[in-house]
């Protein structure tokens, strides 16, 4: 999750709501859609009116709530006016969005306003599904879901779990936190499009014996925004994880490759490398590792333990010093001297750019401030959370590629 306020500011959102139980969703999306900056106009079907009144859409987007083909206001032109007039909305949103309403939607039906308008829309639209779970695996509804999405339409979840009416499974609309973060990564810009995203993230573990290792303080959280950043930006990713307690998936859109050491590190990156446009060296690789692992717990015994350690092998120098290496980003975290010790690392290794930060600011936790250096210069960028900082080294790398903005 990133912070909303300013996210979406100057774009309009049309929010349709249908009749279903999650209509009360809709609303609390309305208020982080406002509170993002978005300017809100909400298109409410006959059905979502049973669930939901019309004022509470008011209220929380300060705006006219449409939900008739024949208001007067609009000289009959609500269809038409809320996607393209006032300079034309940024995206028409769904949600929720019912089995009956995503059914007309396929067939092109125009039958009320929210079909219309989707109807004589020329912006992207995004729908939420919302359903029994029973309807949900309906063919018919498969049969729709697959005519929308190669119609262009994208598909927000749904997600799984406890059913209004009981009921266990697939078919719950998603939160309304995240169908915002989708609509914003929707609308993000996409100078990655059909690039291949490899990525390092988190600590390495390096065995002792079977329960102790050395192991560093990364969380993954850094690597994994970066993750999501260059998905949003249209790449395709692959994220090589070390141990990291956020199990989730880094963003839906990544393929996770989970490891332990850096030696499983180095081997998951240089099965991935081939066909990769951009490999971006996030993980906090542990330096040395124990010459061995004991096969059994080190028992307590002498007052002192001497561990002998190797180094291991530094992942990003490989994969740069190859000749078909991709565009490679190193990361450096250091406690003092940071543009010094950034740009030696970078020359080092001679990578195009390195993304410095101090780790009293960006480990562990969910803000960082970094510093890019690349051949023109130290390039700062504001302290953010990570979300943000990661959208601005993306933007940062696609302008080093020439990417198009
Ligand atoms: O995970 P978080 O809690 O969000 O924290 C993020 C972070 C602080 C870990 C991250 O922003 C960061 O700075 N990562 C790099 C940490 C690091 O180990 O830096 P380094 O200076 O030791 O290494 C330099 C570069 O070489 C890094 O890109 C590193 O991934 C890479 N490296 C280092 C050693 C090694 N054996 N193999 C490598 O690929």
Known sequence: MSDPIGLLSGKRIVLGVTGGIAAYKAAELTRLLGKAGATVDVVMTEAATHFVSAVTFQALSGRNVWSSLWDADQRGMAHIDLTRGEGGADAVLVAPATADFLARLVHGMANDLLTTLCLARDCPLLVAPAMNRQMWEQ??????IA?????????????EGEQACGEVGEGRMLEAQEIFDALVAFLQPKPLAGKKVLLTAGPTFE???????????????????????????????????????EKSQPWRYARRIDVVSALEMRDAVLASLPGQDVFIAVAAVADYRPVRAFEHKIKKGEETLKLELVANPDILAQVAARPDAPFCVGFAAESRNLAEYAEAKRKAKKLPLVVGNLVQDGLGGDTNQVTLFDDTGAHPLPAADKLNVARGIVSHIARLMKCPQ
């Open 139 to 144: 063919p018919a509804t498969k049969r729709n």
């Open 147 to 159: 005519q929308l999405e190669s119609d262009g339409v994208a598909i927000l979840g749904p997600a």
């Open 207 to 245: 065995a002792l014996d079977p329960v102790r290792g050395l192991t560093n303080a990364s969380s993954g959280k850094m690597g994994f925004a970066l993750a999501r950043a260059c998905a949003e930006a249209g790449a395709e990713v692959t994220v090589v994880a070390g141990p990291v307690s």
